[in-house]
């Protein structure tokens, strides 16, 4: 059968059991696009491609399947960079097509040229240029493979106009192998690791477990449950790994680090067996490393080699699925029972609790709180970056694994929206729940179109305090409150923004309105958003200042802390 | 410390790029990089020299290990494996001291490509030790342009592990 | 590969006379900025800049923007530069900040912009960790810069900065980015610089050599009808009045490139207009009978020559450019000459002798009124949007310095607007970046406030960066969007109307915002417009209401731009006027390359 490239290409996305495409079309994937729309393809049209980005890894972290995103080239691939470096700190999968200019123009700097494949190598997990229609099917096939497997993340296939339209021969994947092209790349079980831990659990009198999105990305939330309950271990979940364990769990001891509950790091800080299964010791979660963790033995179950003993040694490290290796330690589990640690843990949850003022104003916990309630944790919570994400880390009890999007590695402010827009489209039975800030929500607000044309009906709580909350409170607390270039003191009206894309709108400014405001949101069959006129000068704590060690946190202000 | 990485790679497009690109991105400092054909005209080799910490080198040897184009890596040391490197120097050598470099050439079995009033540009190949102490023989009749390949390199074949190569 | 170094480098800096004192790392970069004559900086906050942030507040000497999305900080810094000619600024922070802002990068190095942008990078330990909010800038931004920096030690801060200014702004101009680890911010370093940048293997030729200006003259005097091909260039070196000199002198008609717009009059009777892709048909027909054409700052772009082959074919070239890279790469030169615009036309100038070249005027006056630069407006159809253009150049004229965003309008813009003055039209050009116009046009109101900064968008580009009227309402930029709105992706529509069939995939928006309450909510003010009869009281309201004002003019979505030489085709392919239902049938039936 004879195609061009284009169909060749949309034949194998299709044989790999891709669904849904989110981009933007342009002079150099024009050929690509009309194809698309021939073959039936589904394509959410958006208004910037860092948007189609973002929605696809949305889509990803939510419905576990890979979405691509097509641009023409140019400033349609450069505008992909932030979405893919995004999805590349945070392991996420993602298959990027952008359209290039013709073979015979490539470096002659023609018209909406960018040297992408260059551009992209440090934040992909690997990328092609095409440059003969008869590769598209082997690469096609690969970038799928190497997006989904092992540790996950984004590939970018840059496809030059003119294979676009050169006709190949094309033979279809016979039917009888896998959507997948390939086995499964994980390595195998390290038994004499798994030994070493299971010896060491038994040693051990103050265990704990810290989950990372491993735990979501290999599908082990239920061996983890079964593993934290039979050896009785309290189990810590990073920013990226909430969901993979009950947030209502009496064993939960919620977020570790910078934010983190009082009680996780103080588990840390007494520790003396750690066992991390999939999260990569980043420096938000691990302060200062020298005193991380300091009497523990450390154990870390990674599927990636190069981050075990990365920034933190390892005493007992187990390559592997997070899951697999799971199975095998629930397989020859002794059943554990830590009394006096026990204690000593559910005594700092009840002491050192996470708390809020009530002055009367509208605070950005108690939105949280009631957005939690409503829901009961069933919906899927989405939200930008800065102080908000961090207080629905610590707020939001997570039922399930892939109910929670935020941008962690990367930290990319104005992640939400379009991220929130993609989880709808993967889970369109479940409530989306956007927390997000005003800066981070101005930086991609223009996808609001987007919501409205296709009517996805996310929810949108907006915690508006006019500032870039997290740099005020830094320049608080480190720059006697210099508030230098963190202030938006003529904010635009979120609310009636949001009625001019043809969204319902509200502005909330009375703390009484707020249970309300949820609900008619909740109700309302379309896209909802609510603008909440915050408290200005809410801060978040606990907080382990940067480069400080998790025994330096500080739980409350410091005039607070000096009263209790 | 130094530590020399042999690398196969494939050979296409921008594989060099990709290899390059982590070495800057992940902050390692490449003291040498040298990459050519090898007997499989579908793999290339890259053999580079990099410096860093005990754990760093570690560390880069996995990283490279998770590029998708490249095939295998050995960390090589010195005693396991034949290395060389080829130099081209220019030192400046007026008359009254040209009879004494081309001595001191000699003596290291490098070889005289041209001459001027004032300079004799040499050619040499040798491994590390070698390279280094050329260059210290000449450093003081000035070194007045120098190139070198970076180093190359192989294991030794059908070496039984124990074996102790006399320096 | 081979590694050669110059053995005992022999170029130890020379000290200053300053005597060295230790300071911080943030207050070198705000001496520096302060030292290469910044006044504003586009940027937008993280953690690791707070150090330099809290030196805005407490100085008020250089004036920092917070914007709401990086990209536009460094479209800002583009706008500004492009108006001013001086170095825009901006300054984000690591990981997502530094990304954000790789568009507006790529798009100031396609069209040769001095920005110099300042990243914030994670503590030097911390580099190749994967840290929280750590991006490889540097690696990624390499073939998109004229050059960039990791900064690691304080003690090089001063000098690095200095040299990105000055690589910036000399020579073929360009993006510098500097990468500013956290600890070398917050550690002490001397403030220490030479007296003379002297960066070995950067030394751009400006002079031209006097043998090639000598034919350049020679061949002007011989030529019977010559024609001057005018880009960006020759405004970055402010080349403009020796254009005009040479032009009227020796008689010879001047075609402009896209960004070569404004350094001829538009309406200067030996003016062509603009040529390529959507040139007017006669500057086009002219490059095919030209017997001599000089391109002065011009680099044979794509979008300019159709195919390269056959553009030009009776005319001895010549090619006057600052980048030696530029000359020959996509068409090769008969007089090269490598050197400033500027300094090489005056030198031209002096040994240009005054000329007539009566038949070649007839020629090209005939082309003028055979194929004129048109459109249609019959009675009760929609507004056209060259019209609405048309409109506004005679209603504001020389008195506003127009932004585009990239599509059909900025196609017509360039075609229908009547520039007079340089650095009067400000657009996106190699890159093509939708969304640049509008926060192009706030760098531009801040360079320029004695003139009117007004962004002709296109719905879709304008759609991209709206989040920015929240900068201009905050910081009472005046800024004025005339948004020719047909709820359509324009050009992509037009090649899929030509050259697919009419199927129309994923361009036309469904639902469109509102953009006046949209306007409004932002504490800006807006109009919308459908029939003819507005669109000149309307104009007189934007330009009369203070402050930022959206203009939504509702124009025909089935306008197509014309003339049009299909992508990869020839000159002689150009398709002149909209009469493509006749036309058009089989004779475009093949896709274009590009």
């Known amino acids: 059968m004879e195609l061009n490239g284009s169909q060749i290409m949309i034949e194998e996305l299709k044989a790999a059991g891709i669904e849904m495409a989110f981009g933007i079309p342009g002079g150099a994937i024009m050929p690509f696009y009309d194809e698309l729309l021939k073959a039936d393809f589904p394509h959410i049209l958006t208004r910037h491609e860092q948007g189609a980005a973002h929605m696809a890894d949305g889509y990803a972290r939510v419905s576990g399947k890979v979405a691509i995103v097509v641009t023409t080239s140019g400033p349609g691939a450069t505008n992909l960079i932030t979405g893919l470096a995004n999805a590349q700190m945070d392991s996420v999968p993602l298959v990027a097509i952008t359209g290039q200019v013709a073979t015979n123009m490539i470096g002659t700097d023609a018209f909406q040229e960018a040297d992408v494949y260059g551009c992209s190598i440090p934040v992909t997990k690997f990328n092609w240029l095409i440059k003969d229609v008869n590769e598209i099917q082997h690469v096609t096939r690969e970038a799928i493979r190497v997006a989904t497997t092992g540790r996950p993340g984004p590939v970018l296939i840059d496809f030059p106009k003119d294979i676009q339209i050169t006709n190949a021969v094309y033979t279809p994947r016979e039917s009888a192998e896998s959507p997948l092209p390939a086995p499964r790349e994980y390595p195998e079980l390290d038994t004499e690791g798994i030994d070493k831990l299971l010896a060491a659990i038994e040693r051990a009198e103050r265990p704990v477990i810290i989950g990372g999105a491993g735990i979501i990305k290999s599908g082990a939330s239920a061996e983890l449950a079964e593993f934290a309950k039979a050896a009785d271990i309290p189990v810590i979940n990073t920013l990226l790994g909430l969901g993979g364990f009950p947030g209502t769990d009496e064993l939960f001891l919620g977020m570790p680090g910078m934010h983190g509950t009082a009680y996780a790091n103080f588990a840390l800080c007494e520790c003396d067996l750690l066992i991390n299964l999939g999260a990569r010791f980043d420096d938000r979660v691990t302060g200062k490393v020298s005193s991380f963790c300091p009497k523990a033995t450390i154990a870390h179950v990674d599927i990636d080699d190069a981050e075990i003993d990365k920034r933190v040694h390892t005493h007992i490290p187990i390559l592997g699925n997070v899951r697999d290796v799971l199975i095998a330690l629930n397989e020859h589990l002794k059943p554990g029972d830590y009394d006096e640690w026990r204690q000593t843990w559910t005594d700092w949850k009840e002491n050192y609790p996470l708390q809020y003022d009530w002055d009367g104003s509208i605070k950005p916990q108690y939105v949280i709180d009631q957005i939690q309630e409503i829901t009961e944790g069933n919906g899927i919570y989405v939200t930008g970056v800065g102080q908000h994400q961090m207080w629905a880390a610590q707020f939001i009890r997570f039922n399930e694994p892939k109910t929670w999007v935020t941008s962690g590695g990367l930290g990319t402010m104005g992640f939400g929206l379009p991220a929130a827009i993609g989880a709808k489209f993967a889970r369109p039975e479940k409530e989306v729940w956007l927390i997000d800030g005003d800066g981070s929500f101005a930086m991609t607000l223009v996808e609001l179109a987007t919501a409205a044309t296709y009517n996805v009906p996310v929810k949108v709580a907006i915690l508006n305090n006019a500032y870039l909350g997290m740099v005020r409170q830094w320049q608080e607390l480190f720059f006697e409150k210099r508030y230098s270039h963190s202030h938006y003191p003529e904010n635009p009206d979120f609310g009636t923004i949001a009625e001019g894309y043809g969204v319902k709108g509200i502005n909330i400014t009375d703390v009484n309105e707020v249970r309300n405001s949820l609900d008619t949101a909740a109700e309302h069959d379309g896209p909802v958003v609510l603008n909440f006129l915050v408290n200005k000068e809410e801060n978040v704590w606990p907080m382990v200042p940067a480069g400080a060690g998790n025994d330096e946190m500080q739980l409350a202000p410091p005039s607070r802390e000096a009263k209790s | ?167 | 590969m081979a590694v050669a170094t110059k053995a005992k480098s022999q170029t130890a800096k020379q000290p200053t006379k300053l005597k060295p004192q230790k300071i911080s790392g943030a207050e070198i970069v705000y001496r520096s900025l302060e030292r290469e004559g910044v006044k504003y900086v586009f940027g937008h906050p993280g953690a690791i800049l707070l150090t330099v942030l809290d030196l805005f507040l407490k100085r008020s000497k250089i004036k920092h923007l917070l914007i709401r999305h990086e990209q536009c900080a460094a479209h800002m810094a583009e706008g500004y530069a492009r108006a001013s000619g001086e170095v825009g600024v901006c300054l984000t922070t690591s990981g997502p900040g530094a990304t954000n802002l790789i568009t507006g990068i790529t798009d100031a190095y396609m069209d040769s912009i001095p920005i110099v942008c300042f990243t914030g990078q994670v503590a030097t330990s911390m580099v190749g960790n994967d840290a929280f909010q750590e991006a490889d800038i540097v690696g990624m931004t390499r073939t998109i810069t004229k050059h960039n920096y990791l900064v690691k030690s304080t003690d090089d801060l001063a000098e690095t900065i200095q040299e990105a200014f000055y690589i910036a702004r000399t020579g073929r101009p360009g993006p510098v980015l500097v990468d500013l680890p956290k600890d070398v911010l917050l550690g002490d370093g001397n403030y220490q610089l030479p007296e003379k940048v002297d960066l070995r293997g950067y030394k751009p030729t400006t002079k031209g050599h006097p043998r090639q200006i000598q034919r350049v003259a020679e061949a002007i005097e011989k030529s019977k009808q010559p024609l001057l091909y005018v880009g960006g260039g020759a405004i970055h070196a402010e080349a403009h009045s020796e254009i005009v000199k040479l032009a009227e002198t020796a008689e010879i008609p001047v075609t402009y490139t896209l960004l070569g717009a404004g350094a001829f009059p538009s309406a200067h009777e030996l003016s062509l207009g603009m040529l390529g892709m959507h040139g007017t048909a006669y500057a086009n027909y002219a490059t095919m009978e030209c017997d001599l054409l000089i391109a002065v700052g011009a680099r044979f772009d794509d979008r300019v020559t159709g195919k390269v082959s056959e553009f030009a074919t009776r005319a001895k070239i010549i090619h006057i450019d600052i980048d030696p890279t530029a000359i020959g790469k996509n068409k090769k030169a008969d007089i090269p000459v490598v050197g400033d615009a500027r300094q090489v036309l005056v030198e031209v100038n002096k040994l240009i002798k005054p000329q007539t070249r009566p038949l070649w005027k007839k020629r090209i006056q005939n082309l003028r009124t055979e194929y004129p630069l048109t459109f249609d407006s019959p009675d009760g159809a929609p507004i056209k949007p060259q019209e609405a253009i048309v409109a506004l150049s005679e209603e504001v004229g020389d008195k506003a310095i127009i932004t585009t965003e990239v599509g059909q309008h900025q196609m017509w813009a360039a075609q229908f607007y009547n520039f007079t003055f340089p650095r009067q039209f400000i657009s996106s050009g190699g890159l093509g970046t939708m969304g640049f116009g509008f926060p192009a046009a706030i760098g531009v109101a801040l360079a320029r406030p004695d003139k009117l900064a007004i962004d002709i968008a296109g719905d879709g580009s304008f759609q991209m960066v709206m989040q920015e009227i929240a900068t201009a309402v905050q910081y009472e930029i005046p800024v004025k969007v005339f948004l020719l709105n047909n709820a359509t992706l324009g050009m992509v529509r037009q090649w899929q109307d030509l050259f697919m069939d009419r199927r129309f995939s994923e361009v036309d928006f469904e639902s469109s915002p509102d953009y006046v309450k949209l306007a409004e909510a932002f504490g800006a003010s807006g109009r919308r417009i459908v029939d003819k009869e507005e669109i000149r009281p309307a104009i007189q309201e934007m330009i009369n209401t203070p402050g930022p004002f959206i203009l939504d003019v509702i124009v025909d979505p089935d306008e197509l731009v014309f003339p049009m030489v299909p992508a990869g085709g020839a000159t002689k392919d150009m398709i002149v006027r909209d009469s493509r239902k006749k036309i058009l049938q089989g004779k475009l039936s093949a896709l274009p390359d590009n």
Request: proline fraction near 3%; charged fraction near 20%; charge should be negative.
């Open chain 2, 1 to 167: 410390m130094r530590q020399v990485y042999s690398i196969l790679v494939n050979n296409h497009a921008g594989v060099l790029s990709h290899v390059a690109g982590l070495f800057t991105r992940r902050g390692y400092n490449i003291e040498s990089i040298a990459a050519g054909p090898t007997e499989d005209t579908t793999i290339t080799r890259i053999v580079i020299v990099a410096i860093g910490e005990e754990n760093e080198l570690h560390q880069i040897a996995k990283q490279l290990r998770k590029l998708y184009d490249v095939r295998e890596v050995e960390q090589i040391s010195y005693n396991q494996a034949v290395t060389r490197e080829l130099v081209l120097a220019t030192i400046k050598a007026p008359l009254s001291r040209r009879s004494e470099v081309i001595q001191l050439a000699n003596a290291f079995g490098a070889q005289v490509i041209n001459m001027t009033d004032d300079t004799v540009t040499l050619e040499a190949s040798g491994n590390d030790h070698k390279v280094r102490t050329l260059l210290k023989a000449f450093e003081g009749y000035g070194i007045s342009q120098m190139a070198r390949t970076g180093m190359i390199s192989l294991p030794y074949d059908g070496m039984p592990e124990d074996w102790e190569p006399i320096a």
